[in-house]
């Protein structure tokens, strides 16, 4: 009887403060919104409101730090979701616009207070994506430096006019603890796998390979192409003896490459600089660079001069070896008359 007192109290002062304020105010008497909930205090251990389902069990709970949890009491995180159903997290939007999609923010404000502003500077972290598992003692490490995690590193001092970043991709090795950065996108769309990209669209320290043999394809059509010229090969050849095959051993104590340390058989970039000028170019980093494969076009005209030059010292040998049969077979005939 004493609870059902008490609850009718309650509901009376709800309505009543509805009718009063034209707002329902829970521990306080000056609501500030339709529905105003002030919590028993301001720890993660207490809540502002709680909400169970007909088992009597707490489905959510926000905290009076502000913390939500959906399926877990006592949330971890602004937002902690926790759930044995298969199904996630779910950002549906209804939009006839191609350019309107639902979307989930990461955004940083180098600012004690999110109500102020302040804009980040080139290298502060803008958003992190991390992916943990449980080790059977719970979620251990920090998330940024021992979970494999996506990362957005700002790339520049943030204006409203500038605002480049760079993507940056960490997994954690087996036997390990501890991430490392695999992958990175720069702020100009530069790939580096294993190293940080300064120059080429794709640049990978160490070995890459295909599923299937052969190098890689590009278009080559006539239709796409002017100006074509056929290569001399009379100076195809001459620039190509110009050329020197080395081996050699690398020695790169200053790019942070993986370099092989097996013996190596190929050019000097200066070299060809010194034959092919157009064909060596610089990094960023200052060192010279060349595409090896852009000198089949060179080898096969040379090839071509070659084998004509063969093919004129084959007919001339052939003419030779005939003329002197026949002056053999005409001193022999001068003999026997004699």
Partial sequence: MKKSIIRLFTLSSILLS????????????????????????NTAATKSMRISNSDNTETVTVTDQGRVGIGRTAPAGQ???ATTAANGIISERANTVAT???????????????A???AVVANDVLGVITFAGNTGSGYAGDALSSNSNIQVIAAQ?????????NMLFYTVANGSASNVVRMRISSEGLVGIGRTPTTNRLEVNGEASKTTAGAFIANSDARLKKDIQTI????ALNKLTKLEGVTYYWNDDKTGIDRPKEKQIGFIAQNIQQVFPDKVTTDK???LQTAYGDYDAIFVESLKKI??????????????EKENTELKNKEKKNKEKK
């Fill in 157 to 165: 001092n943030f204006t409203p006019t500038a605002q480049g970043s």
């Fill in 232 to 235: 001399s090969g009379e100076e």
């Fill in 100 to 114: 309107a999609p639902s979307y989930i923010s990461l955004r940083n404000n180098r600012s004690t207070d999110p």
């Fill in 79 to 81: 937002f902690h979701v």
């Fill in 285 to 287: 980093e200052g060192y």
């Fill in 18 to 41: 509805g009718f009063t304020y034209s707002q329902v105010g829970i521990n306080t008497a000056t609501p500030q919104a339709t529905l105003d909930i002030v919590g028993a205090g």
């Fill in 307 to 320: 084998n004509d030059r063969i093919t004129l010292l084959t007919g001339l040998i052939e003419k030779l």
């Fill in 116 to 118: 102020v502003d302040g």
